[in-house]
């Protein structure tokens, strides 16, 4: 159970997360009182080339990395059913069990345990850089680093750990895209314009930049960020997220300590009872 209830007095907090996602955020918000509103940022689809990533979990099943790095649920989910879908389910885990799996964080790390994959390290910072900080205290010079993940994803986690002298492979197990749902994005304008959405939590830097992108048609950047500045209460999940938000002109009023979407809600909860 979230602590307390009620915590987010019947307002509304706008998800940005992909469909698949957004059911367990809004089940989050509804716990403590409040009202989901949908407005993915993200789509999530297959790779473009399946291949590369059979090809992965046979390098991993013969031993071929030191490390494997999740990133997200989404990494997690989508190796899983690529593994099921090309009979290569055995290996995978066979692989995995052979090198030091790494989850960016609790979610994640949960993630891996119900699909029966046991987790070596999690981050004290869920964030890329407290993943390069955590295997950097461990040392990685001289191994080889695989990282399932989107091909959208930030360098920031490949390049650290590169200059950390590792060797990194990252295969993309899918696709990251900004929806293309016009009357979902003319809602949502309409709906921040009238000071209907209470809070609005943006849990990566993909989901801010493209929401900038979906509501181009609606209102150029400036204007977005006066409204989102104005109109509701504008919460980051972690720093790079935040970055990107101050980068487009956004005022980060809430960011958790622990980096989850849980704890985004007890710290907007706090922040609304603080004022």
């Keep these: 159970m979230v602590q307390g209830t009620q915590t987010l007095k019947g307002r509304t907090v706008?998800?940005?997360r992909p469909l698949r996602q957004a059911g367990e955020a809004a089940a989050l918000v509804e716990e403590m009182g409040g009202r989901p509103y949908y407005i993915p940022a993200i789509i999530i689809e297959p790779p473009k080339d399946p291949s590369r990533v059979?090809?992965?979990?046979g390098e991993l099943a013969e031993g071929g990395f030191d490390y494997v790095i999740f990133?997200?649920?989404?990494?997690?989910?989508h190796l899983v059913e690529s593994a099921e879908s090309s009979g290569t389910i055995e290996e995978l885990k066979s692989g995995l069990g052979r090198a030091t799996v790494v989850a960016i964080g609790p979610r994640t790390a949960q993630e891996l345990e119900l699909n029966g994959i046991r987790v070596g390290l999690v981050p004290e910072s869920y964030t890329s850089e407290g993943l390069v900080e955590a295997l950097g205290r461990i040392g990685v010079s001289g191994k080889k680093i695989g990282i399932p993940r989107t091909s959208a994803a930030s360098p920031v986690l490949k390049e650290g750990l590169e200059g950390m002298g590792a060797t990194v492979e990252e295969v993309y197990v899918y696709e990251s895209k900004a929806p293309t749902d016009g009357n979902a994005a003319e809602r949502f304008y309409k709906d921040l314009a009238s000071s209907k959405i209470d809070a609005i939590v943006f849990g990566s830097s993909l989901c801010v930049t493209n929401l900038f992108r979906m509501l181009s048609g609606h209102a150029p950047g400036e204007e977005l960020a006066g409204l989102l500045n104005s109109k509701t209460t504008v919460v980051a999940i972690g720093p790079m997220t935040a970055n990107t938000l101050k980068e487009m002109g956004v005022e980060v009023k809430v960011m958790p300590t622990a980096h989850t979407f849980k704890e985004a809600l007890v710290a907007l909860s706090r922040h609304w009872d603080t004022k």
Excluded: D, E, P, Y
Excluded at 54 to 57: E, G, L, R, Y
Excluded at 71 to 77: E, L
């Design 14 to 16: 706008a998800i940005t």
């Design 54 to 57: 059979v090809n992965f979990i």
């Design 71 to 77: 990133t997200s649920v989404n990494g997690v989910r």
